[in-house]
């Protein structure tokens, strides 16, 4: 008798249909479990790999943050143009970049210069900048619209000598004058440049509604002096100090040294503590001497006493009389900036680091070797600063200072989580700025690695124009 659920046959027995229909069911549903099981070890192995996988890791160098001053070995993890990691530990990136033995650190604000072309850029991203400020000269409206790509954050001057035509004021069209300069400021332009006047009066009539203007718009006024022929043209710094006084306008007062020459002693005795002019800042380049063309309309300074000149042909002093200076028909270099006075502004509170410079106007070493040469002669030739010391002033001070015209700046000129990715790999055992007065063009050297939001602009020294990553950086005013 055959039993229930089962049927012999010759050769031993099958199994009932529904039986054979449940064992194919649980074996489609087992396969089906090690397949979601395996879909989901994948996914979230795939998962942990991209949150784990930063775009760029900067591995093994000495991190510097100027606003802990903090130096230690760490990596760092960069994406979307933030940093988002810092820790000893390794770290996963598409791309990694091996740092050991290097400084890395946030990138250099230059704030008095010009960098409207593609080549000025490349020279700067080369010494370590990564953030200008336009102090030049400022723009006019067809150079905003002509200014293309950008390698670097910039914050556009507005050239309030564009509304002048040149002409004084003492007509009576101020107001003509100051509602157009104000059409610009709300457009987002954080910086007003002023090429301030030789006539006193004209000063005056120039400068209060100026500083007025700057306080209501919460804007910086980049100033650059008339040359101090003598201790009495000092009147004008006097009167900078005076308006600055419970001023919430940020004055900043452009290649201070080159227009005061041998009466520079005088005018940081005149600044004082920074509780005198809390607002009141001046920028500077690190170098003693200035090349002087007789074409230039400066080349008279060469006359003034106590002004040493080299030639600029051999690089040889040049001895001469006053009566034979006057006469003097070469190319000079003028030592106009003693080094008791560079050494006492880099440490001045009031002052900040510029190139000082617009490479199409006047091909000089400071555009291209400013940044370098700091911590060249500072930290590497004499050991008087740490590298902290070097990113507090070339970045972090900056940008802390000018944040309240520029809010672009808050996340800049430092190395933590969440700041901007602009970042810099220096080699210090090739640091250099190679620049000279006779090769004014040759760019610095040792500054490894270049990262803008996060791009990499510079790789071993090398610019890389594929990527434009560089921002317009606006005041508060929409």
């Not at 309030?160 to 040149?166: A, C, K, P």
């Not at 080299?310 to 028909?329: F, K, M, N």
């Not at 944040?403 to 700041?419: C, D, E, H, T």
Request: glycine share 10%; aromatic share 8%.
């Amino acid at each position: 008798m055959s039993r229930v659920g089962t049927r012999h046959r010759r050769g031993g027995s099958v199994m009932a249909p529904w039986r054979q229909r449940l064992a194919s069911f649980l074996d489609l549903s087992l396969l089906g479990v090690a397949v979601t099981l395996m879909v989901g070890v994948v996914g979230i192995g795939w998962g942990w790999y991209l949150h784990s996988t930063h775009d760029v890791v900067i591995a093994g160098g000495r991190v510097i943050d100027p606003e802990s001053g903090t130096e230690v070995v760490r990596n760092i993890g960069i994406d979307n143009g933030r940093i988002t990691a810092i820790s000893e530990l390794p770290m996963n990136g598409r791309l990694e970049i091996p740092a050991k033995g290097c400084i890395v650190g946030p990138g250099f604000i230059d704030v008095d210069s010009s960098v409207r072309r593609k080549y000025d850029q490349e020279m700067a991203l080369k010494m370590g900048v990564t953030t200008v400020i336009d102090g030049e000269v400022g723009l006019v409206g067809s150079q905003v619209k002509g200014l293309g790509r950008l390698f670097v954050h910039v914050a556009l001057g507005i050239n309030e000598s564009e509304f002048r035509n040149g002409q004084s004021l003492a007509s009576g069209n101020i107001t003509a004058w100051i509602t157009d300069v104000s059409k610009r400021l709300d457009q987002g332009y954080p910086v007003i440049v002023w090429t301030a006047p030789n006539d006193g009066r004209e000063f005056g009539l120039q400068l209060y509604p100026l500083i007025d203007l700057a306080q209501r718009y919460h804007a910086i006024l980049s100033i650059k002096l008339p040359p101090m022929t003598g201790p009495a043209d000092d009147s004008k710094w006097h009167q900078l100090i005076e308006l600055s006084q419970g001023n919430q306008s940020i004055l900043l007062v452009q290649q201070l040294f080159v227009h005061s020459h041998i009466w520079s002693h005088e005018v940081l005795r005149a600044l004082g503590t920074p509780s005198n002019a809390p607002r009141l800042y001046y920028s500077f380049a690190p170098y003693n001497g200035r090349l002087m063309r007789p074409s230039d309309p400066s080349y008279s300074w060469i006359r003034l006493p106590g002004v040493r000149l080299v030639s600029y042909d051999t690089g040889e002093p040049l001895r001469l009389a006053s009566s034979r200076q006057a006469r003097w028909t070469g190319s000079v270099i003028a030592m106009l900036t003693p080094n008791s006075i560079v050494e006492q502004a880099m440490t001045d509170s009031h002052s900040f680091v510029g190139s000082e410079t617009n490479w199409a106007a006047e091909p000089r070493p400071q555009f291209t070797g400013t940044f370098a040469r700091v911590p060249k002669r500072w930290v590497i030739d004499t050991g008087k600063w740490q590298w902290v010391t070097v990113f507090q002033k070339l970045s972090y001070h900056p940008a802390q200072e000018l944040s309240a015209a520029i809010p672009g700046l808050k996340n800049k000129g430092v190395l933590r989580v969440g700041a901007d990715a602009d970042l810099l790999v220096i080699d210090p055992k090739r640091l250099d700025d190679w620049a000279t007065y006779q090769h004014p063009n040759q760019a610095s050297r040792g500054i490894r690695h270049v990262f803008v939001s996060g791009q990499w602009v510079v790789r071993d020294g090398t610019f890389n124009s594929k990527v434009s990553p560089g921002t317009l950086l606006r005041s508060n005013q929409p």
